[in-house]
């Protein structure tokens, strides 16, 4: 990672490192995109080489919590009348 990254991003990387997340480099993954969007990310982040900027967007996928489509998901699961005469 580039000294330029946030705190977070560090935090979130360090938990990925707790978790063993970020073992040896033992897969390649390519692909092409967007200068924009690159460029887009790098700045948002700091993190300015190509492997951990694809690092960062994993990790973060991976820990993405996905509360309104767990909320959604609970649709019709509380009983009527749970909390009163709404």
Known sequence: M???AAPEITALLEEAQK???LGAKDRQMGGRFPSALVEAAQAATG???ATDLLT???VKVTF???YG???LELEGTVPPG???DY
Do not use: P
């Open 2 to 4: 580039t000294a330029l």
């Open 19 to 21: 978790r063993g997340l």
């Open 47 to 49: 993190i300015t080489e």
């Open 56 to 58: 960062y967007a994993l």
């Open 64 to 66: 993405e919590d996905n």
């Open 69 to 71: 489509r767990k909320l």
């Open 82 to 84: 749970t909390f009163g």
